[in-house]
């Protein structure tokens, strides 16, 4: 079956710093992995998606991730944090041929002064 | 991507009650999904909605809980039933196009 771990449940970081939120995935075939951010009473919102095209993924608002299939990673970063990104972050991971999202426990990111 | 809207947005239902909630899509679409996300945890696939056929359920959900109509390639519903306090979560739907792009807003419950 096909899962995802994201390893930091919560995440702090100084405003300007960069931003790693981590994420492994354990899957049996080619698997296609997203990253999305909810912040506070707010809806999902899909900051970026693999799909078996280039490693390295742009997203929205500065955010990328690399796949790493050597490591079974793909772990969200940001050069530079700023306070609007304080949310909850979730990585999932598509199970199977029926697109079926997997979760991950998701990752609190706090942005401090 | 396609568009997904939900109703409500949010309700407050007493125990024992029903709630449906509607997920509509701009769009035609295979697969529709439903999710739930219980206070302060991530999201757990309910079930499957297609189209012309039985939902799918996923393990620890059942049909007489959660029933779940799928009447066309944009519509969808999905009633939690007999309501209790563990119910209050947010619920939302997905749709599959060209693989997974996005969710509805989600809809709000609380029982009282």
């Known amino acids: 079956a096909q899962s995802v771990t994201q390893l930091d449940s919560h995440v702090s970081v100084s405003e300007g710093t960069p931003v790693l939120l981590r994420c492994n995935y354990s899957?049996?075939?080619?698997?296609?992995l997203f990253w999305y951010v909810q912040h506070p009473n707010k809806g999902l919102q899909l900051l970026l998606k693999?799909?078996?095209?280039?490693?390295l993924v742009k997203g929205i608002n500065g955010f990328e991730a690399e796949f790493k299939k050597s490591e079974t990673s793909f772990h969200l970063t940001k050069p530079s944090a700023h306070m609007s990104d304080a949310a909850e972050y979730f990585c999932?991971?598509?199970?199977?041929?029926?697109?079926?999202?997997?979760f991950g426990t998701g990752t609190r990111l706090q942005v401090t002064l | 991507s396609a568009v997904i809207s939900q109703k409500p947005s949010r309700d407050i239902c007493q125990r024992g009650t029903s709630l449906t909630i509607q997920c509509q899509v701009d769009?035609?679409?295979?697969?529709m999904f439903w999710y739930r996300q219980q206070p302060g945890q991530s999201l757990t696939l309910i079930a499957t909605?297609?189209?012309?056929?039985?939902?799918?359920?996923e393990s620890g959900f059942v049909i007489d809980k959660f029933p779940i109509s799928r009447p066309n390639l944009t519509f969808s519903t999905l009633t939690v039933s007999n309501l209790s306090p563990e119910d209050s979560s947010i619920y939302l739907c997905?749709?599959?196009?060209?693989?997974?792009?996005?969710f509805g807003p989600g809809t709000r419950l609380t029982v009282t």
């Open positions: 997905s749709v599959e196009e060209s693989g997974p792009t996005g």
């Open positions: 899957s049996s075939y080619s698997p296609s």
């Open positions: 693999y799909t078996s095209a280039a490693t």
């Open positions: 999932l991971i598509n199970t199977g041929t029926a697109s079926k999202l997997t």
């Open positions: 769009s035609q679409v295979t697969m």
């Open positions: 909605a297609n189209q012309g056929s039985e939902a799918t359920y």
